[in-house]
């Protein structure tokens, strides 16, 4: 474990009256538990640092609680808690850290998709940041749809293409004849998408948001927040 530690806040834990689990994401260390005795007392200050979608400089102390990591000073690194004062960005935050926190194990180095994390975070206005982490999240995963392929028999996909029932990417009308129809325009935007290193911004694609909610399901099942954020887009 190193002195210190950059990561993104993921959710806070109570632990007893006065003591917090925190779950983060970092590059060097991946996603792990830290804990935090007493953040709320006045020497410390804390609590108002410790909140998901913020990123934080965590230093630890050599004495750890059990199999965590004990903090020992937390400094705020980005302040996201007024982008995240409006419910929409604050239901897209949410969804963001939930696809980011089950994409991942604890302790297995994720420094593109802790990247990815914050980009999104910081781009909480623009419906588009949800299309970009979703494809951020199934490159992450190993699983990023192929716009131009067949992933069966590799033929090219000019006519559109099905999403393989089975999680195997996209597939042409000659290896699958079910499915929703997914026409060329929408996979040439798939394309740009993929294309694209930080979110472009934009009003969120809706049928691209389908594929790609559908691609998720098949490696991450139902998330909760995603269902949060499609109500309050309503
Ligand atoms: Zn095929």
Redesign the pocket.
């Given at each position: 474990m190193p002195e210190s530690v950059r990561a993104v806040v993921l959710g806070r834990i109570a632990y007893g009256d006065h003591d917090l689990v925190v779950p983060v994401l970092s590059a060097e260390e991946g996603r792990m538990s830290v804990f935090a005795q007493r953040p709320r007392s006045k020497k410390k200050r804390w609590h108002a640092l410790l909140v998901p979608g913020n990123t934080v400089d965590l230093r630890f102390s050599p004495r750890r609680r059990g199999d965590m990591p004990s903090l020992a000073q937390v400094d705020l690194v980005s302040d996201r808690s007024s982008a995240m004062s409006e419910p929409m960005a604050l239901a897209r935050a949410a969804y963001f850290i939930e696809l980011a926190a089950l994409s991942t194990r604890d302790g297995l180095i994720a420094p593109s998709l802790t990247r990815a994390l914050e980009l999104a975070l910081d781009a909480l206005d623009q419906g588009q940041t949800s299309r970009w982490m979703e494809l951020q999240v199934l490159r992450h995963l190993g699983v990023e749809p192929d716009p131009d392929h067949?992933?069966?028999?590799?033929?090219d996909l000019s006519q559109g293409a099905a999403l393989d029932p089975m999680g195997h990417g996209l597939?042409?009308g000659?290896?699958?004849h079910a499915g929703r129809h997914y026409p060329r325009p929408l996979l040439d935007r798939l394309r740009y998408l993929g294309e694209t290193v930080v979110p472009l911004g934009g009003e969120s694609d809706r049928e691209l948001g389908v594929l790609l909610s559908r691609a998720l399901r098949s490696q991450l099942g139902v998330l909760k927040s995603a269902k949060v954020a499609v109500a309050l887009a309503r």
């Open positions: 067949c992933a069966r028999c590799a033929s597939t042409c000659a290896c699958s």
